[in-house]
Every structure is written in structure tokens, then in C-alpha cells.
């Protein structure tokens, strides 16, 4: 059983900058892979970025390619991301989960694919 807890959401302007963490308690957590995804008002969840269980390998969606940067500290099981030049449109719940199963966060849609935890999420609000 892993349990995941994510903060740092808040208010921010645009173009402004944030980090969010998401917190890993339990077995073996080193040896997941964690990923985030966000969910609008009225959208379906949507996947924004994964590390691998190394921290060797990362993977993006291209909304937030170049801005974000996802990253562990294995030691503090904490997993972070690091959101720049936000939008309007970042505006989400974003939620981070756990599993083993890396290639769950490549193909079409990997809001489909059955991870085995998820956080509670955290709000990010990006306006003036």
C-alpha cells in the first residue's frame, strides 16, 4: 500500500511559477514510478508529466513540455514538480499517482490506464 500526498498548489499570476510536491508513504515506494495529471472544471483528468522509479527517465505531455520539470528526491520520498511561465489554461487540480508499471504513462491516453494510487490533489489557480 502506498499513500501519496501533494501540495504546494495556490494562486499564482501568469508567466508566474510554482512547485508542487507529492509525498510517497509506504512499501517500497523507491520502486515507483510516479506521475502527475490535472484535471480542469468541467475536463476530464489529463496526464502532464512521469519519472521513472530511477529518476532516469522522464516523459511530458506536450502542453507543458519545455515549462515543466518533474524530478524525485528519493530520500525525502518526495517527488516534485516544478511548473514555469503558468497560464490561465494550467489552471487544474493536479494530482500525482504511483505504480510500477512505467509504460502506463506512454500511449494515446494514459489517463485510461489503471494506475494503482493516487493522491488527493492540489489546486493551482493561475490568474491576475
Known amino acids: 500500500q502506498v499513500q501519496l500526498v501533494e501540495s504546494g498548489g495556490g494562486l499564482v499570476q501568469p508567466g508566474g511559477s510554482l512547485t508542487l510536491s507529492c509525498a510517497a508513504s509506504?512499501?517500497?515506494?523507491?520502486?515507483?514510478?510516479i506521475g502527475w495529471f490535472r484535471q480542469a472544471p468541467g475536463k476530464e483528468r489529463k496526464f502532464v508529466a512521469a519519472?521513472?522509479?530511477?529518476?532516469?527517465?522522464?516523459h511530458y505531455a506536450d502542453s507543458v513540455k519545455d515549462r515543466f520539470t518533474i524530478s524525485r528526491d528519493d530520500a525525502k520520498n518526495t517527488v516534485y514538480l516544478r511548473m514555469n511561465n503558468l497560464s490561465p489554461e494550467d489552471t487544474a487540480v493536479y494530482y500525482c499517482?504511483?505504480?510500477?508499471?512505467?509504460?502506463?504513462?506512454?500511449?494515446?491516453?494514459?489517463?485510461?490506464?489503471?494506475?494503482?494510487?493516487w493522491g488527493q490533489g492540489t489546486q493551482v489557480n493561475v490568474s491576475l
Open positions: 519519472i521513472n522509479w530511477s529518476g532516469a527517465e522522464t
Open positions: 499517482n504511483a505504480d510500477l508499471r512505467f509504460a502506463g504513462y506512454y500511449g494515446p491516453d494514459p489517463s485510461d490506464f489503471p494506475f494503482d494510487y
Open positions: 509506504g512499501r517500497n515506494v523507491g520502486s515507483y514510478a
